[in-house]
């Protein structure tokens, strides 16, 4: 079933709906179950055979991760979430893009972030899951210190490092890498076809390397 085909029946265009609502409810149950530290509630919202690392696969390693990271970098956590952009590859499989603006407590120090999901949704057994989620970061900064120039990803107690938030998206450095010229109109690419927005904008980058800790 690809989006050409579907959906094409209003039974299908009502599936479509509810999906969208789901799925969006999964980036919000994704926020609140890591700032409230229920973990449980955490990995039971990613894909049951969900990848944790190179060769470690399941909720249980996925768990053992997730709590290193929550308790030994943050005291406490608040995501807020942004606009979020969802297209179907099928009517089970479907891709997506939501900002995030978090707040954590780091011992002294008190870190704001702004970043972005790209993230693989499957819906297995009627119910939709996070098949990958890849975190890409704009900066990390102390609320008093403003994240001006490079290197903006500034933990306490760590060297700066590059975030990843522009990486999937060609246009960023192709707009910074030529200036258009003013004696003539540019040209103007046709629309994304429908379910392909974030196909056509990510252009077939590939995945970033991410350090998330």
Not at 94 to 101: L, N, Q
Not at 120 to 143: K, N, S
């Amino acid at each position: 079933m690809t989006t050409n085909t579907w959906p094409a029946t209003l039974e299908e265009r009502i599936d479509r709906l509810e999906s969208l609502d789901a799925i969006r409810q999964l980036a919000g149950k994704y926020s609140l179950s890591l700032d409230m530290r229920d973990m449980d509630a955490h990995v039971n919202l990613f894909a049951p055979d969900i990848r944790v690392g190179k060769e470690k696969v399941g909720r249980a390693h996925f768990k053992a991760w997730q709590d290193s990271t929550l308790r030994d970098q943050f005291t406490g956590t608040s995501h807020h979430l942004g606009q979020h952009i969802i297209e179907f590859v099928d009517a089970d499989h479907a891709t997506g893009v939501v900002y995030s603006k978090n707040e954590h407590e780091c011992g002294p120090e008190w870190v704001i972030m702004q970043m972005l999901y790209w993230d693989d949704y499957e819906r297995i057994d009627g119910q939709w899951y996070f098949r990958r989620r890849l975190p890409c970061y704009w900066y990390a900064t102390d609320l008093n210190k403003p994240p001006i120039g490079d290197m903006k990803m500034r933990w306490p107690g760590r060297e700066p490092y590059w975030g990843t938030f522009h990486d999937l998206f060609p246009s960023w450095r192709e707009f910074w890498a030529q200036r258009p010229d003013k004696d003539s109109l540019p040209e103007v690419a046709a629309p994304a076809p429908l379910e392909q927005f974030l196909k056509t904008i990510r252009r077939g980058t590939p995945a970033p390397r991410i350090r998330v800790r």
